[in-house]
C-alpha cells in the first residue's frame, strides 16, 4: 500500500465529508425556515365579506341533486 493509495483515500473521505456537510446545512436550513414560518393572522383571512363557510353538510358539497 504505497502513498498513492493513501491520497486516494484521503481525497475520497473529504470529498464524502463535504457532501455530507453540504447535505446537512440544507436540511438544517429547511428546518430552520419552518420554525420561522408565521400564519396568516385571522383578519387577513376574513377580509371578505361575501365568502361563506363550506361544510361537508352544505349544499355546495352534495353529490346527489
Do not use: C
Not at 25 to 49: M, N
Amino acid at each position: 500500500m504505497g502513498l498513492r493509495f493513501w491520497l486516494f483515500l484521503l481525497a475520497t473521505a473529504a470529498v464524502g465529508h463535504f457532501i455530507l456537510y453540504l447535505v446537512d446545512r440544507e436540511i438544517s436550513i429547511g428546518v430552520d425556515r419552518l420554525s420561522e414560518a408565521r400564519l396568516a393572522p385571522g383578519d387577513v383571512l376574513d377580509t371578505d365579506p361575501e365568502l361563506k363557510l363550506v361544510t361537508a353538510r352544505s349544499p355546495y358539497m352534495r353529490d346527489e341533486r
